[in-house]
């Protein structure tokens, strides 16, 4: 028992020491923040290159009623499928919450869009919520590495 509590404590010290490598976080978050404004300006030109631009090479989305995509192909083919069957009327990426950990961020963010279908359908409106996880690149940038959505209800 004593091994387990031993353990525990020190998973928890190196969890907590990697969380504290980064004294400036509120130049990250400034960072952070900048990023979700270029990508909603990105996801408005509806060119899933431009999009997965903004994400790691084994990034990963999760959406409710939807397989996951994993890696920057599948993401991209699976925005750019979509893209092409809409126009976008209003679109907004916002993060209610920035935690950043080393090397690490997390956000907790909304995503609400109108979205008008080519085929002259009734708009679709999207207002979901999130987690977005952001790994730090080595040239001190912000990547999506892991995003995972769920909708509100109606």
């Given at each position: 028992m004593k091994n387990l509590?031993?353990?525990?404590?020190?998973i928890t010290l190196l969890i907590f020491s990697a969380c504290a490598e980064k004294v400036d976080t509120k130049v990250d978050v400034e960072a952070i923040n900048s990023l979700l404004e270029e990508?909603?300006?990105?996801?408005?030109?509806?060119?899933a290159e431009e999009v997965v631009a903004f994400w790691t090479d084994d990034c990963v989305l999760m959406m409710p009623n939807e397989l996951?995509?994993?890696?920057?192909?599948?993401?991209?083919?699976?925005?750019?499928?979509?893209?092409?069957?809409?126009n976008v009327k209003e679109l907004?990426?916002?993060?209610?919450?920035v935690i950043v950990c080393g090397d690490w961020a997390f956000i907790q963010e909304k995503f609400k869009a109108t979205w008008l279908p080519k085929d002259g359908s009734e708009p679709l409106y999207q207002d979901?919520?999130?987690?977005m996880i952001l790994?730090?690149?080595?040239?001190?940038?912000?990547?999506?590495?892991?995003?995972?959505?769920?909708h509100n209800p109606s």
């Open positions: 509590f031993m353990f525990f404590l020190c990508l909603t300006t990105a996801r408005k030109t509806l060119n996951k995509k994993i890696g920057k192909d599948e993401i991209k083919a699976f925005l750019q499928l979509f893209y092409d069957q809409v907004s990426i916002k993060a209610d919450e979901s919520k999130g987690i790994q730090r690149q080595p040239n001190n940038t912000w990547k999506i590495s892991r995003v995972a959505l769920n």
